[in-house]
């Protein structure tokens, strides 16, 4: 079994009791926020190894890992094979920042995107900017409604009401 699915069986155990299942999400947070506090430190430092190297060297376990490696992964200039991956597949945490940053926002993670890290690495103006992307990429705008008696869209020249907005 790939890691990916072991890391999914166990996160996202339905069985478990809801107080164990968030007790596991927060040390898990908590795991994250210090890769991520590592890794902002020196944001151009391309990090790769193999996913037990990297677990080594953050000092966490292999499924812990790879959750890690799951969540990055759309954020990352080269995308890694997680679908695939097992202890000894090559990876790389070279990360695209603004990227990271939206991505951080989009997933309402306020304790990774408002690490101090990010001062270092954007202005409060970038960082402003990234954070608007980020929250109107959702925002569905309303497009301008069709009246009854506009002409019809469709290009027939009659109007709406005659035409495609006619009820069956």
Not at 45 to 51: A, D, I, K, N, Y
Not at 84 to 90: G, K, L, N, R, Y
Not at 93 to 120: G, I, S
Not at 133 to 144: F, Q
């Amino acid at each position: 079994m790939a890691l990916l699915e072991q890391w999914q069986k166990i996160s996202y155990n339905q069985e478990q009791d809801q107080a164990t299942l968030q007790k596991f999400w927060q040390n898990y947070f908590l795991l994250e926020k210090g890769i991520y506090e590592q890794l902002l430190d020196n944001p151009d430092e391309v990090v790769s190894g193999t996913v037990k190297e990297l677990a080594d060297k953050y000092e966490i376990d292999i499924m812990s890992m790879t959750g890690f490696l799951d969540g990055i992964n759309d954020s990352l200039i080269q995308p890694n094979p997680i679908e695939t991956m097992e202890e000894d597949t090559q990876v790389s945490l070279a990360f695209d920042k603004e990227t990271l940053y939206r991505n951080m926002v989009d997933a309402k993670a306020d304790w990774l995107y408002e690490l101090p890290q990010w001062d270092h690495i954007f202005d409060a103006e970038t960082k402003k900017r990234l954070y608007r992307e980020a929250k109107n990429a959702h925002t569905i705008r309303n497009t301008v409604k069709i009246g009854r008696n506009d002409p019809c869209p469709c290009g027939s020249g009659r109007k709406y009401k005659q035409c495609c907005g006619k009820k069956k």
